[in-house]
């Protein structure tokens, strides 16, 4: 069965090589069934980026063009960036083209694409900033724990524990989520214009951390967890009390603002 689905598609590919074409003249042609015909058509010769569409309703094969190679490794490369189809705007400025040539150029060169929609973006946005936030490269918790800290204490907007997750994968025996931190790093290594500016400083037992995302070469709403100025700052009070806590697993309670 396989086989014949393998061939059936060969045999249509080869017909459209010939020029464009109906699904019902290819059946009639080729004398596949007509629903062969419509699943090579819409799903697994598009899939593979080899036939498109055309204006009055006939499938035609897609030729190779040096523009079209680059218009489709750029969108593939932004789509992995983004989490989602890119919008012509955000492909501008990599391709160096107007967003309404860009637009066009993704409909003619990328048969898949369409342009995202609200609800989409929302999605991606929020998947992107947990991304990039489980990937931040933070000071070591090793080295807080080897200077004897116990315990701390963070002060500022803290959502899913990201910050904590940052320092508990340093601390042996404490679950950390190691799979979605490496996938994290591997997106930071391989897009490493989306990574931050972090910088960080201590003054005795406080440890002052600012993440400054203004950097971002795309547009992303921060949600609540940035102020207006595009930074992200926290405020660590470090621990030595002799508590019987296990390195830095035990989180007391976050505060909008530190009392010194």
């Known amino acids: ?79 992995r960036k983004l989490f989602r189809s890119p919008k ?26 369409s342009e995202p929609t609200t609800e989409e973006i929302k999605r991606s946005n929020k998947k992107l900033w947990i991304v990039l936030n489980t990937g931040l490269d933070l000071p070591d918790g090793n080295a807080l724990i080897r200077d004897g800290i116990k315990q701390i204490k963070i002060y500022g907007e803290v959502e899913e524990d990201i910050l ?40 005795d037992d406080w440890l002052f951390i600012t993440i400054d995302w203004r950097g971002l070469p795309i547009s992303l709403p921060l949600l609540s967890r940035s102020n207006p100025n595009g930074h992200t700052e926290y405020i660590i009070k470090l621990i030595k009390d002799e508590q019987e806590i296990a390195g830095l697993d035990q989180i007391l309670d976050y505060e909008k603002e530190p009392t010194f």
Request: net charge positive; aromatic share 10%; proline share 7%.
């Open 88 to 113: 012509p705007e955000e492909m501008a400025y990599v391709l160096g083209e107007p967003p309404a040539k860009v637009r066009d150029l993704l409909y003619h060169h990328v048969p898949s694409y």
């Open 164 to 203: 904590i997750a940052n320092y508990r994968r340093h601390t042996k025996g404490v679950y950390f989520d190691r799979v979605r931190f490496n996938r994290s790093r591997s997106y930071l290594r391989e897009f490493t214009d989306m990574a931050p500016k972090i910088s960080t400083e201590r003054k």
């Open 1 to 79: 069965m396989a086989r014949k689905r393998i061939e059936a598609t060969k045999e249509i590919l080869d017909r459209l090589k010939s020029g464009p074409a109906f699904p019902k003249q290819i059946s009639d042609e080729l004398r596949i069934p007509l629903s062969t015909v419509y699943y090579n058509l819409r799903k697994t010769l598009p899939k593979l980026g080899l036939i498109k569409q055309l204006d009055d309703g006939k499938y035609a094969i897609i030729e190779f063009s040096p523009e079209g190679e680059k218009v489709k490794e750029a969108h593939d490369r932004m789509k």
